[in-house]
């Protein structure tokens, strides 16, 4: 057991850091602002490879590890969530489930395009009466010939408006519950697809969230992905994935956060001392920066599990719950060292506390994580 | 077209602080970068690359850990990377850095040699004109842009006190390059997948042939007697005067100080 980071990774992680400082930060305040997509950087990610860390060289990706694509999110995140999100949802959402239920055809069709980042990629699960019941499906996908006719809709697809693949569930057999979804994977442009209402986000507000309506919406039975019904298998193993993705995300707001108070802390002075001085704010930010290592060590852990093949779904739940859980309770304390101040939109902590709450929601709410960790324990 | 640009690992000066109480510098926990000019000089090179498919030589003399920034190249584009290591190349000053430097690079060949305008350690800017003198090749120092014809010759526009020169030089040269003048590219997630997996030449007092008595210490003929820092600077002092009675006081005070 070893728990630092080799010279590669330690490269990897300066190399992602000083990208996030230099091109991801100066824009995070109004992308925020704006809430706008910052297609800039996704471009400039796609030039060096971050939209492609895990994906194998042989369709494009860098051929980098889990741990290496969970470092780029927590740093990408600590500068901005938003850009840390919209990578985890392409990578760990769409590339990763075509990756590995993908036939030969349709990997060498869509993972060389999404790794180059010349396509972003999306994941359509979510249904306004399907959330943590993901089984819910409304969507339905019936055989026709050749094809497969689709009606129906998803809500709160992050990446949506500027996605150009998605894979997306559907009922293809109601009558057997969970055993009757399938998975697809649908273009943009396709006939009968089409978006609708664009979400006003608490945070995050950069990431193009947006509902999904297929009103008979054909689609090739080559875009089957997986087998027929197999498709909450897929679901429920690519959310493994993506709550490490999400994990490393709420551990790059909690660690973005702390750096920040740190800052100020030591700048700010009252009754003739610095904040950092006084012994309540110190005991606090020893308690704090304790929380965020334990995150760190679930997290990586949770990582390099899935690098060696090991099961994992239960190491990424509770990597997400007690990440997200550490980055409401790191942000809102940010708030109040920064004191007044801190309640501004002059400092970036506030952005930071209204980013961090979806990490408690989204790729399953953190009742949802204690509901695989308690089965687990309790088999 | 083949390049070979000379790199040094120093440590990053912009993050090294003055110990208040000793007057000594922290060093602890300061990181190691590869020296801002030489790193303009490979973005150079990795442009030369990229237009006429250049084959780029990285080559480093220093200690093990000098490996890191050679890696760093690779993880930018470099093709092939060579790092001089030899206890008999320790201690060296300017002369006996730029023999070792010269030696090996008279084993390779190459038709543009960039090394950086100057380390920010050391702070001379003398090695690379030097290398050049040792392989008598031109040379050209505080180059700010490069163009070349694609046949033979570099079209350098070179940076002077008050403006620029424009020059033309045959290969093979040398240029020493200013840190302005290229913004590095950031390494590539997949050069530094791939950085630890490539092969790094190991060249020691063996590979060079020169001779001993002036490599290292012995082949310097400067020694460095004694390095200490300059004094923390003074709190200032007020004074509340006229505007005109001011400026006569600012005046004598930066004379006094030798700024004027």
């Known amino acids: 057991m070893d728990f630092s980071l080799t010279k590669q990774q330690l490269l990897f992680q300066q ?58 999110v927590e740093e990408l995140s600590a500068a901005c969530a938003t850009t ?30 999404l790794a180059s980042g010349e396509w972003i990629g999306a994941f359509g699960l979510t ?123 709420a551990l790059g707001i909690a660690q973005g956060a702390m750096d920040e108070t740190v800052k100020y802390i030591k700048e700010r002075k009252q009754f003739g001392k610095p904040l950092s001085a006084f012994q309540n704010t110190a005991f606090q930010m020893a308690d704090l920066e304790t929380r965020v290592q334990a995150a760190r060590l679930l997290v990586r852990s949770a990582a390099c599990k899935k690098d060696s093949g090991l099961p994992y779904s239960v190491d990424a739940a509770m990597a997400k719950l007690y990440a997200s859980e550490t980055a409401m309770e790191v942000t809102n304390k940010a708030i109040q060292f920064h004191g007044g101040y801190g309640y501004t939109r002059e400092y970036p902590v506030e952005r930071m506390l209204r980013d961090a709450k979806i990490t408690e929601i989204y790729e399953g709410t953190s009742e949802v994580q204690r509901m695989v960790i308690s089965a687990s324990l309790f088999k | 077209m083949k390049i070979v640009v000379c790199i040094k690992q120093v440590p990053d000066t912009t993050e090294i602080k003055i110990n208040p109480v000793t007057g000594t510098l922290i060093r602890e926990g300061v990181p190691s970068i590869i020296n801002p000019d030489d790193k303009a000089g490979l973005e150079l090179a990795l442009r030369l690359k990229d237009e006429f498919n250049a084959h780029v030589t990285v080559i480093t003399m220093g200690p093990p850990q000098a490996d890191a920034a050679l890696r760093e190249a690779y993880a930018m584009g470099a093709d092939r990377a060579i790092h001089l290591t030899d206890k008999k190349f320790a201690g060296a000053d300017t002369l006996a850095t730029s023999h070792a430097l010269a030696g090996a690079l008279r084993q390779l060949e190459f038709d543009l040699l960039i090394t950086g305008r100057q380390a920010i350690d050391g702070d001379t800017a003398q090695v ?98 004694k390095a200490f820092s300059r004094g923390v600077k003074a709190s200032g002092e007020l004074y509340e005067v006229e505007a005109n009675e001011a400026v006569g006081i600012i005046m004598s005070k930066l004379k006094e100080k030798f700024i004027l």
């Open chain 1, 127 to 249: 249904e306004p009466n399907a959330g943590t019941d993901a089984s819910a499906q409304q969507t339905t996908a019936v055989a026709d010939g050749d094809n497969y006719i689709i009606n129906g809709s998803k809500i709160f697809i992050t990446n949506a408006i500027y996605a150009q693949v998605y894979v997306i569930f559907a009922m293809t057999d109601k009558s057997q519950g969970t055993r009757g979804i399938t998975a697809f994977i649908i273009e943009k442009g396709t006939p009968g697809f089409s978006m609708g209402k664009k979400e006003k986000k608490m945070g995050i507000r950069g990431s193009a969230t947006c509902e999904l309506i297929f009103e008979n919406c054909i689609i090739p039975k080559e875009n089957l992905l997986g087998k027929v019904s197999g498709g909450f298998g897929i679901a429920m193993k690519t959310l493994d994935g993506g709550r490490v993705g999400i994990a490393s995300q």
């Open chain 2, 128 to 225: 690379g004109p030097q290398i050049a003198e040792h392989l008598d090749l031109p040379q050209v120092s505080y180059l700010e842009d490069l163009t070349f014809d694609g046949k033979k010759t570099f079209t350098i526009k070179r940076a002077i006190e008050d403006g620029y020169q424009m020059l033309e030089v045959d290969a093979p040269c040398v240029v020493t390059v200013l840190s302005n003048a290229f913004k590095p590219r950031y390494m590539s997630v997949r050069g530094i997948v791939e950085a630890y997996t490539q092969q790094v030449e190991m060249w020691g007092f063996e590979q060079i042939s020169v001779a001993e008595e002036k490599l290292g210490l012995k082949g310097s003929p400067t020694r460095v007697h």
């Open chain 1, 15 to 72: 190399m992602i850091r000083e990208f996030a400082e230099k091109e991801v930060k100066p824009l995070a305040a109004e992308v925020d602002e704006q809430e706008r997509f910052p297609m800039e950087t996704v471009e400039k990610m796609a030039k060096i490879g971050i939209m492609g860390i895990p994906i194998p060289t042989q369709y494009g990706g860098a051929g980098g590890s889990n741990l290496l694509y969970s470092i780029a």
């Open chain 1, 84 to 113: 840390g999100v919209i990578v985890s949802a392409h990578t760990s959402l769409c590339a990763a489930p075509i990756l590995e239920h993908g036939t030969e055809a349709q990997k060498q069709k869509y993972l060389p395009k």
